[in-house]
């Protein structure tokens, strides 16, 4: 039986579920995700995770989206220019901790997210954040570099040098914050329950992976 993203399968009852997708920069994770979305039913919740985070910590939704995919220090400067802009008349400049204070409403926005049951949650180190929970299917997308390239080439209409030093830029980003902040090797397999190369699946192909995973797992809850 081939894989067919246009199949169906019963809802996923009477179990909730959570889905966590970790990825790799270019390997169609929020494609995936959106077609997760339809094809389950369930609120893709990373949209919304950014402006949680942003008003827990008083910044704007574009700061809080860009520091978990932007190298410590160039995240620390987009994060104090934002809080630092606006102090009060006549008052001291704020002053926080910024990595514990961001890392800490991520977390906070993820948990309260995944209470809610039947979601997918994407990035933000999700996996590593509901680890405990019996509930979460963790999920990490990867690919070829060469296929990961290609896409982003076509996404940001860029050359190929761009899209390489973007990618490995990324990357980085992401090893370096879980590594920091969660002690893990993010490449580590044993992290997930699944782990999908969609240079080899294709964007339909991994969803009806994931799908057919979530309906196994659901089972047996």
């Known amino acids: 039986m081939g894989m067919n993203a246009e199949s169906t399968l019963p809802a996923l009852n009477p179990a909730s579920m959570v889905i966590t997708i970790s990825t790799q920069y270019g390997a169609a994770a929020l494609r995936i995700a959106r077609a997760l979305e339809k094809r389950l039913g369930y609120r893709l919740v990373d949209d919304e995770l950014p402006s949680v985070v942003a008003l827990k910590l008083g910044i704007s939704r574009d700061a809080a989206e860009r520091v978990g995919s932007a190298p410590k220090t160039f995240s620390e400067r987009i994060l104090r220019g934002f809080l630092n802009t606006t102090p009060e008349v006549g008052g001291p400049t704020t002053t926080l901790d910024i990595d514990a204070e961001y890392v800490r409403a991520v ?71 879980a590594r920091e902040y969660y002690q893990i090797d993010r490449s ?14 294709g964007v339909g192909g991994a969803t009806e992976l994931i799908v057919n995973a979530a309906h196994a797992a659901n089972a047996v809850l």
């Open 107 to 177: 977390e906070q926005a993820v948990r309260d997210a995944a209470a809610q049951g039947d979601c997918i949650i994407l990035g933000r180190a999700s996996g590593s954040i509901l680890a405990d929970r019996s509930d979460a299917l963790r999920v990490f997308l990867h690919g070829a570099l060469a296929w990961r390239i290609e896409a982003i080439m076509e996404h940001l209409q860029c050359d190929e040098k761009t899209a390489r030093a973007e990618i490995a830029r990324v990357d980085d980003a992401r090893i370096k914050y």
């Open 188 to 201: 580590d397999v044993r992290l997930y329950n699944l782990a999908i190369d969609v240079s080899r699946f």
